[in-house]
Nanobody
Framework: QVQLVESGGGLVQTGGSLRLSCAASGSISSLDIMAWYRQAPGLERSLVAARRSWGSPYYVDSVKGRFLISRDNDKNTMYLQMNSLKPEDTAMYYC??????????????WGQGTQVTVSS
């Protein structure tokens, strides 16, 4: 089974940018939907963005216009470019893959997470 490893998290000031990467141990071309989730302390894990290899991506309203999800099947890597970061974006970010829809993925594979902290 393909394994996913996130990287790119860190500490950034409000208004800053980070790019998260999700590297797969094998081909991602057969993975239908790849997605980014986040979980802040005391809250449930929630969907941030998702996409297939084709078609338009999905973003939750709170990140629209600021985040960009992309996937490079040749590099077996998915990315999340995060711009104009806000303190409320602080969370552990996870990448995931599986079937479902881009609005409601059904992840079967999860990464271990990467921490994003936005200071005010």
């Amino acid at each position: 089974q393909v394994q996913l490893v996130e990287s790119g998290g860190g500490l950034v000031q409000t208004g800053g940018s980070l790019r998260l990467s999700c590297a797969a141990s094998g081909s991602i071309s057969s993975l239908d939907i790849m997605a980014w989730y986040r979980q802040a302390p005391g809250l449930e894990r929630s969907l941030v963005a998702a996409r297939r290899s084709w078609g338009s991506p999905y973003y939750v309203d709170s990140v629209k216009g600021r985040f960009l999800i992309s996937r490079d099947n040749d590099k077996n890597t998915m990315y999340l470019q995060m711009n104009s970061l806000k303190p409320e974006d602080t969370a552990m970010y996870y990448c995931a893959a599986g079937p479902g829809t881009i609005q409601a993925p059904d992840p079967r594979i999860w990464g271990q997470g990467t921490q994003v902290t936005v200071s005010s």
